[in-house]
DNA sequence: TAGATTGTTAATCGATTAACAATC
DNA sequence: TAGATTGTTAATCGATTAACAATC
C-alpha cells in the first residue's frame, strides 16, 4: 500500500462538490443525485467523482445514487468544515480592505462555511484602531499576542512583497498552520504548515498566452 | 510522438520562472543564473525547470547556466507577454473596486506586464460615469460594444455568482477568449475560450484540512 | 425481478525524477 | 584541459479513465 491519505487534488475537488451540492439544495427539492448528475455540475467526470469520495467512505446506493443532505453533511465532516475557524487577515491596504469586506459579508452570517474574520492587522497608525464592519484592525506589532488570545487559525495576508516572508515567519513563530497569501512570492514556511497563494499576476500570465 | 504541445502545467510554471528572473534582476548583479539556483527559487527541482524551458528551445550554455536578461526575454516571448492586452473588468463591487484599484496600480507602469485596465462595467447607475483612478465605469448593457470599439482581450469577472454565466455568455458572444473569474460557479464557455478562477472559498475550504 | 448506479479493479495516460552523455 | 551544467533519455511515480461485478 502506497497512498493511505488522500491526495491534496482530491481534498480541492471535495470542497468543490460540497459547494456544488449546497448550490444545489436551494435550487432543486431532488433528495437523491448520481454521480452522473453531480460530476457534469461540478465540470469533473463521474468516475472521478466516485473515485474521490470513496477515499473517504461508501456514501451512495447502487441504482440510486447519493442522498443530498446525506452526502453534504459528510463530505463537511470529512473536510473538518464544521469547526469553527477564526481567521485574520494582515495588511489592510486597498486589495485587503476589499477582501475583508468581501469575506466578512460572505461568511459571517453563511453557516455553511467557518471562517470569521475576526482580526485585521496594519503597521499605518491612521488605520490602526480603526473597524471595518465591526472588525478591529490592530497593529501588525500586536500579531503575535492577537493570534494567541484571540485563537487565530488562518492568516489571509495581503501585504506588499517584500513584507511577506518576515510576516510569514511572525505568524509561523506564533503557532499558525495556514495561511492564503496575496503576495507574488514565494514563502517558506516550516513542514506542517500549509501556505495557498493567490496570485492574479500568475493567472493573467497564464490566460494570455492561449490568445 | 503524442504531445506537441506543451502542458498547461508547463505553462503556468514559466510565469512562474519569468517573475522569479524579474525579482532576480532587481537585487542581483550577475549575469547568469543556473538551473539548480533558479529552480530553487522559483519552488521547483531543477530537473524540471530545464524540462519546461526545453519544450520552448535551448536557452542555457553546458557548464555555465542561463543568461538572465536573454532567458527572461525568451520566456516573455514564448508567452506572448511581449503583445499588448487591454483588459476589462466586469462588476464594480466591493471586490471588482479593490481588484480594478490593485491592478490599475500594480501594471499601468510597470511595463514588465502587458495588461492594462482600460474599462469596468457595473449596472448601477449611481457608479456608471464615474471613474476609478482614471479608469472609467460603463453600463455593462455596453458590454458587447466597448469590448469591440476599445478592443478588449481579457475579461475580469466579479459579479454575483447568479449573474456569472450571463456575463460570460455576453463576453464570449463579443468574441473574449481569456476570462478570469472570481465568481463562485463553474463558468461554461465554448471550446477555445479559457476561463481561470480565483476561488477565495475553495482555498479555505482546502487549507481547513489540514488544521 | 430488471434496470440503474455504485464501488473498485485494471489499463491507460501523463507528469516528475533520476541519470548521464554532450559540451561549454 | 578539467569542472560544471545543460539537454535529454529512460525509469518511476501518480492520477485519470475504462470497464464491470456487486447490489440496491
Redo the contacts between chains.
Keep these: 500500500m502506497r497512498t493511505q491519505k488522500p491526495p491534496d487534488i482530491v481534498?480541492?475537488r471535495l470542497?468543490?462538490y460540497?459547494?456544488t451540492l449546497e448550490?444545489l439544495e436551494t435550487t432543486d427539492k431532488e433528495e437523491v443525485i448520481s454521480s452522473y448528475a453531480l460530476s457534469h455540475?461540478?465540470?469533473v467526470s463521474a468516475t472521478q467523482l466516485r473515485k474521490d469520495l470513496a477515499w473517504f467512505g461508501e456514501f451512495g446506493k447502487q441504482g440510486v445514487g447519493y442522498n443530498i443532505e446525506t452526502l453534504r453533511e459528510e463530505i463537511r465532516e470529512a473536510?473538518?468544515?464544521d469547526?469553527n475557524?477564526p481567521?485574520g487577515l494582515i495588511g489592510a491596504g486597498?486589495?485587503g480592505?476589499?477582501?475583508a469586506?468581501?469575506?466578512i459579508?460572505?461568511y459571517r452570517d453563511e453557516s455553511a462555511?467557518?471562517?470569521q474574520l475576526v482580526a485585521m492587522f496594519d503597521n499605518d497608525p491612521a488605520k490602526v484602531g480603526g473597524t471595518i464592519d465591526g472588525v478591529p484592525i490592530f497593529d501588525v506589532r500586536e500579531l503575535a499576542e492577537k493570534i494567541q488570545t484571540l485563537g487565530l487559525?488562518?492568516v489571509i495576508i495581503s501585504v506588499p512583497a517584500a513584507a511577506a516572508q518576515d510576516i510569514a515567519n511572525a505568524c509561523v513563530a506564533a503557532g499558525i498552520?495556514?495561511?492564503?497569501s496575496f503576495a507574488?512570492?514565494?514563502l517558506t514556511v516550516p513542514a506542517g504548515v500549509?501556505v495557498?497563494y493567490?496570485d492574479?499576476?500568475?493567472?493573467?500570465?497564464?490566460?494570455?498566452?492561449?490568445?
Design positions: 481534498i480541492r470542497v468543490l460540497l459547494r448550490n455540475l461540478a465540470g473536510l473538518n468544515l469547526g475557524y481567521t486597498g486589495l480592505m476589499a477582501l469586506r468581501y469575506s459579508r460572505r462555511y467557518p471562517f487559525q488562518i498552520r495556514a495561511m492564503l507574488p512570492v514565494k500549509r495557498h493567490a492574479l499576476g500568475l493567472d493573467l500570465g497564464h490566460l494570455v498566452y492561449y490568445l
